[in-house]
């Protein structure tokens, strides 16, 4: 079975340039979150999904975060405009799980983003 | 405010030893505890699951304690190898769906 499929898994812009991010999850998964990991803070949850719909958006940093997920088998995040503190590797992971389960997490490879 | 601490340092085990690994969290309950490995470069991925009724959860080489009352889990690697060598986070679990997680600790095994 494939995994969490996440792209580009490298990014560098400009300030200032927007940058859109984006995640297959594993079919079947009712849930999706998005997590930004820097070395300061760690892994940090942006965003949640459960069956497709935004249930916990109190992560995302502010108005230039925007995060969709038009069905069950894609989402994106959304940076614009993006600017140099925002420097980090971005997680999609998917749970089959949703607020009753045990939620363990299943992780892409992730999209390091650098921002000029 | 919830806090996890984990070992902050790298540890350093000679291979063959058995490698325990601290998390330690406050100002919450989790009803249930998660523990993950991370390469570098690479997503973390799910290793084991320890709830607040169980004492310890054991899978292959790896064992996991939760002690609610220190407010602490334990993640033991027994007969450790150099392909053990990763990042280990720690997660408890708060509320419906929210994982807090640790800092990790970097496990170095060397041969």
């Known amino acids: 079975d494939a995994g969490v499929i996440q792209s580009p898994r490298h990014e560098v812009t400009e300030m200032g340039q927007e940058v859109t991010l984006r995640c297959k999850p594993i079919?079947?998964?009712?849930?999706l979150f998005w997590y930004r990991q820097t070395m300061m803070r760690g892994l940090e949850l942006l965003i949640y999904?459960?069956?497709?719909?935004?249930?916990?958006d109190s992560g995302m940093p502010e108005d230039r975060f925007s995060a969709k997920m038009p069905n069950a088998s894609f989402s994106t995040l959304k940076i614009q405009p993006s600017e140099p503190r925002d420097s980090a590797v971005y997680f999609c992971?998917?749970?089959?799980?949703?607020?009753?389960?045990?939620?363990?997490?299943?992780f892409g490879e992730g999209s390091r983003l650098t921002v000029l | 405010s919830q806090k996890i601490e984990q070992n902050s340092e790298a540890l350093n085990i000679q291979e063959g030893k058995t490698a325990t690994l601290t998390c330690n969290y406050t100002?919450?309950?989790?009803?249930?505890l998660q523990w993950y490995r991370q390469d570098p470069g690479r997503g973390p991925v799910f290793l084991l699951l320890?709830?607040?009724n169980e004492k310890e959860k054991r899978k292959e080489r790896l064992k996991v304690t939760f002690d609610t009352t220190l407010k602490q889990s334990l993640f033991h690697i027994t007969a450790s190898q150099p392909a053990d060598s990763a990042t280990y986070l720690c997660?408890?679990?708060?509320?419906?769906?929210?994982?807090?997680w640790g800092a990790g600790t970097k496990l170095i095994i060397k041969p």
């Open positions: 997660a408890p679990r708060v509320g419906n769906y929210q994982l807090i």
């Open positions: 100002n919450y309950s989790p009803a249930y």
């Open positions: 320890i709830r607040e």
């Open positions: 992971a998917s749970s089959p799980s949703g607020t009753s389960g045990t939620g363990e997490l299943f």
């Open positions: 999904f459960n069956n497709n719909v935004p249930i916990d």
């Open positions: 079919s079947g998964h009712n849930s």
